[in-house]
């Protein structure tokens, strides 16, 4: 890893869990200007949520992945094949869902979306047989005879998912799939990203400026900046504060109990109604049961009622926002 | 909607089927499974032949949208061939009639006298008056062919999967090769039967044994010319209708060019004195080219093709004039022949020189058309 702050994912047994898509000291250059200068990273297998300021070398990390880009030193590898010898058998195997909207003119769904097997190199049969089951799969399936020009931006949106689900691929690359999406065609697609990537045998790699989008569907996370890996790891595990804040449900808002924690080191950083979140200081966040008594403490002095307290957990945007501001 | 019993098929009979099968069963049918599975099917490389995948996605969707662009001018090459084909028979016809019943005079008179090697002088004739309803069909269906891939972002479609540009820009050449090859082979090849046919008697296969395959060469390539044209125009643009005016443009432009240049240099003695670089210059626009390159193939010359629209060679007739007014007629009649004549080239352009131009003319567009295909748009910074 590039960064001291990123840890591979690992498995429910705790292995390291197994690349998709690996990059070693990548430099990709367009012109004088160096996007992705010596980018080391390990995608893992499941559901990745690509995350980056504008410029961060994300786009173009997933068009050198896909092989449309020459890197200038360094190496690829896509499903154990390395990007510059194997750029087809790559694309044989990966499915690609641009930001863009992007279609062959001329074609209806069905046509279109057997096209796109077929170009992958399908028997023209099963390419037809399967962009009928994958239009029915996005959705599509009582508008597959239309003509694609005629479909609305959320109809576009399902059928540059379905093209790139039709050959089976194992691994695919989702850029912006919400762009433009209205909130339910929004929550439909985030539905199919997350169903097609867990218990499928396919990996995705979510590129997105949403978060709440990454949120959704991911498991884990790489955070680039300026070319450079800033943050990676499991959703879950990026979410925890280490026991550094803790949420405190009261009874009641109490302003005594809020002064009676902050006169013991701890600082009030949010409050919801009755939901207070504090964070702690080194000493108080070592284990559970020094936050506890702080926190009983502080309820006795007040006359507080508390219902209940745990350590808190992070959102992604915190997350992110740390991490590109780090 | 997904793992809903709603039927993969659609079909309002399959949903039936499915939810009677729910009802009667309680359980979930295969036919209401849509569940996303992975396919686990054959998927080939095919190293030589991916472009032909290109190439009949290409003509499907020219002979799908019935193109009045296309249909029209083939219908219209096919009534030439036809007219050209019973001009050549009552021609022929005549004339033998005239030999067998020694009535010459009549066909003197009709000025009927074919030139040697008339079967070649009809299909070139042929050939030339239809280059132009070639250009238009070319038009049509090449013009869009890159350009409306551009606008819709469909390379991104075609790249993102095991395609390389050669086969895209192959298979897309083939597609607008083959459908105008068509129009060319398909009329000349019907013309050829009906001549194997009239004129097995007097000797046409045996007399000419090359000549299909000269006929089909010289069908061949102005379809190659036009397709390579259009795709590199097509290639460098996102509006079909801005691909096809622009190319148009340089088609009548390169066209009229050529053609002028060609009558400047034979009103000038010094250019004249050159015949050869005339009609190289006057055979340098694309239907130049074509024309060109089947005069070689055909083995026909310009003065062949010339005297043939006449049916004659000037100077020759068979009766003597009747009176003074006839002789003086006919005097006029063979000066303004005479002057056509000199208007015109008489030569066959260069072989070499057409080759090296028509090489151009094929190669260059599809090297343009190279450099500007690309799966991103990558800005140098």
């Not at chain 1, 896509?78 to 510059?84: D, E, F, K, Y």
């Not at chain 1, 400026?209 to 569907?217: A, C, K, M």
């Not at chain 2, 050669?166 to 105008?180: A, S």
């Not at chain 2, 009609?279 to 193939?297: F, R």
Request: proline share 5%; net charge positive; glycine share 8%.
């Amino acid at each position: 890893m590039s960064s001291p702050d990123s840890s591979p994912p690992v498995t429910a047994t705790g292995a390291a869990a197994p690349a998709v898509a690996s990059v070693r000291e990548l430099t990709v250059r367009y012109g004088a200007r160096t996007v992705l200068p010596g980018l080391t990273l390990d995608i893992p297998e499941g559901c990745v949520g690509l995350l980056g300021p504008n410029g961060a070398g994300k786009t173009t990390l997933l068009k050198t992945l896909m092989g449309f880009l020459k890197p200038a030193a360094g190496e690829a590898h896509v499903l154990g094949m390395n990007v510059a010898t194997d750029p087809l058998r790559i694309r044989q195997r990966i499915g690609l869902m641009p930001e863009q909207e992007c279609h062959i003119p001329g074609m209806s769904a069905v046509q279109f979306v057997a096209y796109a097997g077929e170009l992958t190199g399908m028997p023209p049969a099963q390419a037809l047989r399967r962009a009928h089951e994958v239009l029915e799969y996005t959705g599509l399936g009582e508008a597959r005879y239309r003509e694609v020009e005629t479909y609305s931006t959320g109809m576009k949106q399902r059928i540059k998912l379905a093209q790139a689900l039709v050959h089976g691929p194992k691994l695919l690359f989702l850029d912006e799939p919400t762009n433009g999406l209205d909130p339910q065609g929004r929550d439909e697609m985030l539905d199919l990203v997350r169903d097609v990537s867990h218990g499928k045998g396919l990996s995705v790699i979510v590129s997105s400026h949403l978060l709440p989008d990454i949120e959704r569907t991911c498991d884990s996370v790489v955070v680039v900046r300026s070319g450079q890996v800033v943050r990676q790891g499991l959703l879950t595990d990026l979410a925890r504060t280490m026991n550094a804040e803790y949420e405190v449900d009261l009874l009641l808002y109490s302003p005594a109990f809020v002064e009676a924690v902050s006169g013991s080191g701890a600082r009030l950083v949010a409050s919801e109604g009755s939901r207070l979140r504090f964070s702690l200081g080194p000493e108080q966040a070592r284990t559970a049961g020094a936050a506890g008594r702080l926190f009983f403490e502080a309820a006795r002095q007040s006359g507080a009622q508390v219902r209940g307290f745990r350590p808190a957990l992070r959102r992604l945007e915190d997350v992110f926002m740390e991490a590109i501001e780090s | 909607m997904r793992g809903s019993s709603r039927s993969r098929t659609g079909t309002p009979a399959a949903a039936v089927t499915a939810a009677a099968a729910d009802h009667a069963g309680g359980s979930q049918s295969a036919i209401t499974d849509v569940s996303y599975r992975n396919y686990e099917g054959e998927l080939h490389l095919r190293p030589y032949f991916r472009w032909w995948t290109v190439t009949v996605a290409t003509i499907r969707a020219n002979v799908n949208r019935k193109k009045l662009g296309y249909w029209v001018p083939a219908a219209l090459i096919l009534v030439i061939y036809f007219f050209m084909g019973i001009l050549h028979y009552l021609t022929q016809n005549v004339r033998d009639q005239m030999s067998m019943t020694g009535a010459g005079m009549m066909g003197g008179m009709l000025g009927l006298e074919a030139p040697v090697n008339q079967y070649a002088v009809t299909f070139y004739q042929s050939l030339s008056a239809t280059l132009f309803l070639l250009f238009i069909a070319a038009l049509t269906i090449g013009s869009g062919s890159i350009a409306a891939d551009n606008r819709a972002n469909a390379l991104l479609v075609y790249f993102a999967r095991p395609i390389t540009r050669f086969d895209y820009l192959f298979g897309k050449w083939m597609g607008i090769f083959l459908l105008l090859a068509a129009l060319t082979v398909v009329p000349a090849l019907l013309m050829y039967a009906f001549f194997a046919v009239t004129y097995y008697d007097v000797g046409f296969l045996s007399e000419n044994p090359w000549l299909i395959l000269r006929l089909l060469a010289a069908t061949l390539i102005p379809a190659a010319l036009q397709a390579s044209l259009v795709l590199g125009f097509s290639a460098w643009s996102k509006a079909p209708r801005l691909a096809a005016a622009v190319y148009a443009g340089f088609y009548f432009l390169l066209g009229n060019l050529t053609v002028q240049g060609g009558r400047m240099m034979l009103a000038s003695e010094s250019a004249r004195a050159r015949p050869q670089t005339v009609a190289v210059v006057s055979n340098m626009a694309v239907d130049g080219v074509a024309s060109g390159m089947a005069l070689h193939l055909l083995d026909v010359t310009p003065r062949q093709v010339a005297t043939s629209f006449e049916g004659r060679e000037p100077g020759r007739r068979n009766r003597p004039p009747r009176n003074a007014e006839e002789r003086a007629r006919r005097e006029r009649r063979e000066q303004r022949f005479q002057e056509r004549l000199d208007r015109t080239t008489t030569e066959r352009p260069d072989l070499a020189a057409m080759l090296l131009i028509g090489g151009a003319m094929i190669l260059l567009p599809l090297a343009a058309a190279h450099a500007k295909v690309r799966a991103v748009e990558v800005i140098r910074g």
